[in-house]
Nanobody, 118 residues
Framework: QVQLVESGGGLVQPGGSLRLSCAVSGIDFSLYGKAWHRQIPGKPREFLAQITLAGTIDYADSVKGRFTISRDNAKSTFYLQMNGLEPEDTAVYYC????????????WGQGTQVTVSA
């Protein structure tokens, strides 16, 4: 059974930082690209960042320079370091594994709430 377990969300003040983790089990971590998305209520799920099998990293313009995606293959875990958080970053954050050769072969985490507020 494939599981993606997210952690690290919570309440943070504007300008603060959080690091989200996505621990993966039940699947060969090394065969999938890794991505982070978020969703604000009433809005479509938004792509934030990805790291491909080759290690290429891409970011959405909205988070470029503030968020950093990374992975630890030995721990089957990947991360999203978020700095300079703003109230507009408040959302449910999701991790995702994807197969570049098969769009249907994708797995999502359960989501973790991030709230940025004074």
């Amino acid at each position: 059974q494939v599981q993606l377990v997210e952690s690290g969300g919570g309440l943070v003040q504007p300008g603060g930082s959080l690091r989200l983790s996505c621990a993966v089990s039940g699947i060969d971590f090394s065969l999938y690209g890794k991505a982070w998305h978020r969703q604000i209520p009433g809005k479509p799920r938004e792509f934030l960042a990805q790291i491909t099998l080759a290690g290429t990293i891409d970011y959405a313009d909205s988070v470029k320079g503030r968020f950093t995606i990374s992975r630890d293959n030995a721990k089957s875990t990947f991360y999203l370091q978020m700095n300079g958080l703003e109230p507009e970053d408040t959302a449910v954050y999701y991790c995702r594994l994807y197969n570049i050769y098969n769009p249907d072969d994708t797995y999502w985490g359960q989501g973790t709430q991030v709230t940025v507020s004074a």
